[in-house]
């Protein structure tokens, strides 16, 4: 459903209606979110560390890695304030 931009805008800010159907979600980016791929070598006792835990909370190795270090910055972000 196609409608103006001043409709549109009426609309969301009379705050009674649900704008989803007006959106096209299959555009939206999350800027600085997109994935970009990193090499790094650990050592095996590390893989092993990793693998064991991300068995024991039933996650990937690849998840445990990426919530842990986002863990740490935002350890240090809030550090740094």
């Known amino acids: ?12 800010d009379s705050g009674e209606v649900d ?11 999350r800027p600085r979110h997109e994935a970009k791929r990193v090499n790094v070598d650990f050592p095996q006792w590390m893989v092993d560390s990793l693998d064991q835990e991300a068995a024991r909370i ?14 740490r910055i935002d350890l240090l972000n809030r550090a740094a304030m």
């Open 19 to 29: 704008m989803t159907p007006y959106l096209d979600m299959s555009t939206f980016r």
């Open 58 to 71: 039933g996650v990937t190795r690849q998840s445990i890695i990426k919530t842990w270090i986002a863990e």
């Open 1 to 12: 459903m196609k409608i103006s931009v001043e409709e549109f805008d009426e609309m969301f």
